[in-house]
């Protein structure tokens, strides 16, 4: 059974400061990951998607890497602002065609507060 | 734009009722998710859909039922409803092609 696992639960960092949330997987063989933002009382905003294949994507001041091999991804999140305060999430699928055997397995998330 | 709406956003139920929580996306998704977030679980895939008049179990469906009699529109349903069932319910869609879920705002369940 696929378990994803998001240390530290929670972080906090001065305003300005370059930042890694890191997300770690037990089943290697995953079709993608994705990276999720959850501001308080709302739903969830998918930030960056890697496939498989690929080694990192890219949007503006993030950046998300992906180890298959060692089951790990980060999230760097540079010059840090008050506005990105907020949880981040990883999830993973398994399989490319939607069965309940490919669903997403999510991350508990990593609670960020970005201080002015 | 309203992406996933989700009614209602917040609802008390008695142990024993039953409530239907309603999903509506205007984005033509093919997929269709009903997930619920509780804390030191996360989040789990209740009951999902691959298109209209189709649905599926997820990791946690008992005391649950769904409906996608509309492709725009997926329904949670609880029957009985019981304390257990006191969570954070979230829906999702994404087109087939694309992996990126969009998610609505929440409905905050409590059952007493």
Same mark, same amino acid.
């Given at each position: 059974k696929q378990e994803v696992t998001q240390i530290p639960a929670a972080l906090s960092v001065p305003e300005g400061e370059n930042l890694v949330l890191n997300c770690s997987f037990t @089943? *290697? =063989?995953?079709y993608n990951l994705q990276w999720f933002r959850q501001d308080p009382g709302k739903g969830l905003t998918s930030l960056l998607l890697i496939q498989s294949s690929q080694r990192e994507q890219t949007s503006g001041r993030l950046n998300a890497s992906l180890d298959k091999s060692s089951g790990r991804s980060t999230l760097y999140i540079a010059a *840090?602002?008050?506005? @990105?305060s907020a949880t981040y999430l990883c999830a993973v699928r398994r399989? =490319?065609?939607?069965?309940s055997g490919s669903r997403l397995t999510f991350g508990e998330g990593t609670q960020l507060t970005v201080n002015p | 734009n309203a992406g996933v709406t989700q009614t209602p956003k917040f609802r008390v139920l008695k142990t024993g009722q039953s409530m239907t929580l309603l999903c509506a996306q205007d984005?033509?998704?093919e997929y269709m998710y009903w997930y619920r977030q509780d804390p030191g679980m996360g989040l789990r895939l209740i009951h999902y859909s691959v298109g209209e008049g189709t649905t599926a179990k997820g990791e946690v469906p008992d005391g649950y039922n769904v409906s996608r009699? $509309? $492709?725009?529109n997926f329904l949670l349903g609880l029957e009985s409803a019981a304390p257990s069932q006191t969570s954070v319910y979230f829906c999702a869609s994404r087109g087939p092609w694309d992996e990126k879920l969009f998610f609505g705002s929440g409905t905050q369940l409590s059952v007493l």
């Open positions: @089943d *290697s =063989a995953i *840090s602002q008050p506005g @990105d399989l =490319a065609r939607e069965t | 984005m033509n998704h009699l $509309k $492709k725009q």
